[in-house]
């Protein structure tokens, strides 16, 4: 089955730790993205990455890190410098950056700081 | 910098009647628009829309774009409970500058038998 797996599905954290949301896909996607959801809002752009090696800040890049050293995998680290990082966060894809092409969406990590 | 707004915010109906959700946008370089709906963890793509005028139907669902007044509606007809979720629209960049979607903040909807 062709997708985009996201884990762990539930994340608990202690205040000033990293941590690591992996996302995988098997699309053959070159473009990947990282949103984050707040209860009640919509989605939030984290960063984007339009092909392996490159990658791009979106609107809410600090305190995040990524990486994009294999077509199929965009893993997200959450900083201790990110100051309120309780939230959903969903990654996804498409073939590629252009807008003529919709993103798919993995099932989410929802992370907890406590 | 792009701008989705999505109205209204919340919304709540009974079965069989018929919704409107709305999206405003402005972007520098518009290439598409897309409407998903999101019921409890990942969102489902519903539509993409590029040209004006042109309705995109599926089942009780359709929606149209209008370029000139920069909006996009969302029609549901003869709702369903099965319809509960929140529903975002996206607007998708061009060629050039930021090439990734920009969201709206969402509306949720609530059927009640």
């Known amino acids: 089955d062709g997708g985009i797996t996201q884990s762990p599905k539930y994340l608990f954290r202690k205040e000033g730790q990293n941590v690591t949301l992996s996302c995988e896909q098997n699309?053959?996607?070159?473009?990947m993205y990282w949103y984050r959801q707040d209860p009640g809002q919509g989605l939030r752009l984290i960063y984007y990455?339009?092909?392996?090696?490159?990658?791009q800040k979106g609107d809410i890049a600090e305190g995040y890190s990524v990486s994009r050293e294999k077509k199929e995998s965009f893993p997200l680290t959450v900083t201790s410098a990110q100051k309120n990082p309780t939230a959903f966060y969903l990654c996804?894809?498409?073939?590629?950056?252009?807008?003529?092409?919709?993103?798919?969406f993995g099932p989410g990590t929802r992370l907890t700081v406590l | 910098e792009d701008k989705v707004v999505q109205s209204p915010l919340s919304l709540v109906v009974h079965e069989g009647d018929t919704v409107t959700l709305n999206c405003s946008y402005e972007?520098?370089?518009?290439?598409?628009l897309l409407w998903y709906k999101q019921e409890k963890k990942a969102p489902t793509f519903l539509f993409m829309l590029?040209?004006?005028?042109i309705e995109k139907k599926s089942g009780r669902l359709s929606s149209i774009l209008d370029k000139k007044e920069l909006f996009s509606i969302l029609n549901i007809t003869a709702t369903q409970t099965g319809d509960s979720a929140i529903y975002l629209c996206?607007?998708?960049?061009?060629?050039?500058?930021?090439?990734?979607?920009?969201f709206g903040s969402g509306t949720r909807l609530q059927v009640q038998p």
């Open positions: 990455s339009q092909i392996v090696n490159d990658f």
């Open positions: 996206a607007v998708a960049p061009g060629d050039t500058g930021r090439r990734a979607l920009t």
């Open positions: 590029t040209s004006s005028g």
């Open positions: 972007v520098t370089n518009f290439r598409s």
């Open positions: 699309l053959n996607h070159d473009a």
């Open positions: 996804a894809s498409s073939r590629d950056s252009g807008g003529y092409n919709e993103q798919f």
